[in-house]
């Protein structure tokens, strides 16, 4: 088991920045790839970024590319989403995940574990 708990979301203006981290605890955090997805109500849940095991790969969403930045502290056992340029669009719920290892997969039914949420609104 791997337990997830996002923290950093909150209320910005738009083309302001926001700091999303996911504190991992359990199982070894670094065999995982790690991936924020993001889901409004009613929507489906939304692929944002991923990042491998080991840091060295990402894959992005093609609405965040060039705004948000996926990195992760193995020896922290977290991963962080650094959200730049913030759109009134960005407005939503966040999501931490965590899946095996193989790959940097955009597809939620690939992970495995979810953290709680964390909420975004940004300002117009």
């Known amino acids: 088991q791997v337990q997830l708990v996002e923290s950093g979301g909150g209320l910005v203006q738009a083309g302001g920045s926001l700091r999303l981290s996911c504190a991992a605890s359990?199982?070894?955090?670094?065999?995982?790839?790690m991936a924020w997805f993001r889901q409004a109500p009613g929507k489906e849940r939304e692929f944002a970024a991923a990042i491998s095991w080991s840091g060295g790969k990402t894959n992005y969403a093609d609405s965040v590319k060039g705004r948000f930045t996926i990195s992760r502290d193995n020896a922290k056992n977290t991963v962080y989403l650094q959200m730049n340029t913030l759109k009134p669009e960005d407005t939503t719920d966040y999501y931490c995940?965590?899946?095996?290892?193989?790959?940097?997969?955009?597809?939620?039914?690939?992970?495995?574990?979810w953290g709680q949420g964390t909420q975004v609104t940004v300002s117009s």
């Open positions: 359990g199982r070894t955090f670094s065999a995982y790839t």
């Open positions: 995940a965590a899946g095996p290892g193989g790959s940097i997969w955009n597809g939620y039914e690939k992970y495995d574990y």
